[in-house]
């Protein structure tokens, strides 16, 4: 570590963001894929998110949707760039550093994803801002926008993204989330958590394809509960492995940069998406196993960064409220907004119970009805893992 570093009287670390003034407000070059969305990129997309919902999946399912096709999922729109969108708030230098999600909100405009399309995204930096935390001390709160565009030049989605970036040290001492031990589930509780499981998958399913009218729906209105899990190492890679830009060569990377210019820790940095790397041994740039993001993973390096054990991604997170909130609007409803914040990580034998209530509706400027639902995730010690607010367009008649 720096001999530079300052302490306050607590021995906390102080955290010098002030690199980051060199980067806002300007763009990042546009990422993509190399290829067209395949149908089993969606596939994999759903089977990765733990979202049952056939029209994502089966092909006779939704030959009788009102999409007469296999359509990608909102959440899947994040798939479809690098870095899970969150490339412009993980820019520039904060020394001795790592990151996590901290929220994403989206605005989506209509056109949806099929299988052929070949997305371009457009990010850039936004603001942030350092303040203190009680997970680790002086926090930087860093956010960035992504615009999705298609080979049509049809805009799809804007995403502003929020990281958390800390310092590790400060995280490691505070141990907020120091637990190494799984929770451990009686064979009932499980057979509970797989019924609930059951329960959501009979409810979309039973609304198929037919509408979710705007009249039919109440404000205090409760969706069914959902339940993933409980995580593990091999869930979490499953979802990791669900997006393309961790397949070798699956994405056009914009950078060559190591990731140490942004100031990880020397063992945490490495060859993450970098493109030269890539040519050669690109089993060091796909994330699983080497780089930033191994913590997930790998147990010994998520204790590294002040995480007990292995823990999930933000992103995907961000992807069960999406498909949460889909689920209950069903195939003819549009999703307009959706803001989401990250509170605790999804740790290896948790499990995360997703709720949600209407809480407004309402018929806007443009005649649209438009219906509010919030949702919360909780694990099963109810602590609360992410909260969300999403407004979708059902229709009227």
Not at 201 to 217: E, N, T
Not at 243 to 266: C, E
Request: aromatic residues 12%.
């Amino acid at each position: 570590m720096s001999e530079q570093v300052k302490r306050r009287e607590d021995g906390t670390i102080e955290m010098d963001a002030s690199d980051l003034d060199n980067f806002m407000g300007r763009p990042f070059p546009t990422n993509m894929l190399r290829e067209s969305i395949h149908v089993n990129d969606i596939r994999r997309w759903v089977q990765g998110m733990h979202y049952a919902n056939p029209l994502h999946f089966d092909d006779d399912w939704a030959a009788e949707s009102r999409f007469g096709k296999i359509v990608a999922p909102y959440s899947f729109t994040v798939a479809t760039t690098n870095g899970h969108g969150a490339a412009p708030t993980n820019i520039g230098l904060i020394p001795n550093s790592h990151l996590i999600f901290g929220g994403d909100e989206w605005w989506f405009f209509g056109p949806r994803i099929y299988p052929g399309d070949h997305i371009k995204t457009y990010p850039m930096p936004y603001d942030y801002k350092v303040t203190d935390t009680s997970f680790a001390g002086p926090t930087c709160f860093q956010r960035g926008d992504t615009s999705y565009v298609n080979q049509n030049g049809d805009r799809i989605a804007l995403q502003r993204s929020t990281s958390i970036r800390y310092i590790v040290e400060n995280a490691r001492n505070k141990k907020v989330f120091a637990r190494e031990d799984d929770p451990e589930w009686t064979e009932e509780e499980l057979i509970k958590l797989e019924e609930t499981k059951v329960e959501f998958i009979k409810s979309l399913r039973a609304l198929g394809h037919d509408k979710r009218l705007y009249d039919s729906v109440k404000v205090g209105e409760k969706l069914v509960t959902n339940v993933l899990g409980p995580h593990s190492l091999a869930s979490f890679a499953t979802e990791w492995r669900a997006y393309p830009m961790t397949i070798w060569f699956g994405a056009v990377r914009s950078s060559g940069a190591r990731q140490d210019n942004k100031g990880y820790t020397p063992e945490m940095s490495g060859f993450e998406g970098n493109r030269e790397m890539e040519k050669f041994n690109p089993e060091l740039t796909d994330g699983a196993y080497y780089g930033p993001s191994r913590g997930h993973l790998q147990p010994k390096w998520a204790k590294h960064v002040g995480m007990g054990r292995g823990y999930g991604y933000g992103a995907s997170m961000g992807a069960w409220v999406l498909d949460y909130a889909s689920a209950f609007m069903g195939e003819w409803g549009q999703l307009v907004n959706a803001k989401t914040q990250y509170r605790n990580p999804a740790f290896t034998g948790d499990a995360t119970f997703l709720n949600g209530e209407v809480t407004d509706k309402k018929i806007d400027a443009e005649g649209r009805g438009i219906v509010t639902v919030e949702i919360v995730l909780t694990n099963q010690e109810d602590a609360v893992m992410a909260k969300g607010v999403v407004e979708m367009e059902l229709p009227r008649d």
